[in-house]
T-cell receptor
Framework: DAKTTQPTSMDCAEGRAANLPCNHS???????VYWYRQIHSQGPQYIIH???NNETNEMASLIITEDRKSSTLILPHATLRDTAVYYC??????????FGGGTRLMVKP | DTGVSQNPRHKITKRGQNVTFRCDPI?????LYWYRQTLGQGPEFLTY????????KSRLLSDRFSAERPKGSFSTLEIQRTEQGDSAMYLC????????????FGPGTRLTVL
């Protein structure tokens, strides 16, 4: 079973920030938080990952709470192309990924 | 394009036929994973290789399924005597064994069993 809980769906206005929450209250000390997204009929796309500190790359920012029990993926300026299912996964390096249901993000004009 | 390629992209077959899919990972990656995704669900793990060695297999991988990774480069996934329930997207991912071991996915092979 997936170790994360995410809202089933979210809407965001184009050009606004999309904030996608994830709860992972049973995360262990050596598990990373990974985010992937999947656009219809394509393979999952890696977005970002983190262990303890907040992370930022060209796609998104990842904010992890101090107790590591939850995190938020931030897409700073959402576009229509960001419409996808977003998966939050906690994982030890080298293990298979366990996908939950993810959050279906709909970016609207 | 992640650098992971899969062929074919689509396969339609009749029940009872055998099918084989190929995955070419990112060249320096030593780990290779197979996942299966049915409509409306997230991907589910099937099996995993480190170099040539198949290290883990899911209970989803019935005896009709076999995967190989000769020489630790590309991998093949074969399904024998296909059933309609095998219809799914078959995804391959690769990673470089290191502290974070991020997996990068290919575009998938969509199998339809008639």
């Amino acid at each position: 079973d997936a170790k994360t809980t995410q809202p089933t769906s979210m809407d965001c206005a184009e050009g606004r920030a999309a904030n996608l929450p994830c709860n992972h209250s049973t995360i262990s000390g050596n598990e990373y938080v990974y985010w992937y997204r999947q656009i219809h009929s394509q393979g999952p796309q890696y977005i970002i990952h983190g262990l303890k500190n907040n992370e930022t790359n060209e796609m998104a920012s990842l904010i992890i709470t101090e107790d590591r029990k939850s995190s938020t993926l931030i897409l700073p300026h959402a576009t229509l192309r960001d419409t996808a299912v977003y998966y939050c996964i906690v994982n030890n390096a080298g293990n298979m990924l366990t996908f939950g249901g993810g959050t279906r993000l709909m970016v609207k004009p | 394009d992640t650098g992971v390629s899969q062929n074919p992209r689509h396969k339609i077959t009749k029940r009872g036929q055998n099918v084989t899919f190929r995955c070419d990972p990112i060249s320096e990656h030593n780990r290779l994973y197979w996942y299966r995704q049915t409509l409306g669900q997230g991907p589910e793990f099937l099996t995993y290789f480190q170099n040539e060695a198949q290290l883990e297999k899911s209970r989803l991988l019935s005896d009709r399924f076999s995967a190989e990774r000769p020489k630790g480069s590309f991998s093949t996934l074969e399904i024998q005597r296909t059933e309609q329930g095998d219809s799914a997207m078959y995804l391959c991912a690769s990673s470089l064994a290191q502290s974070t071991d991020t997996q990068y996915f290919g575009p998938g092979t969509r199998l339809t069993v008639l």
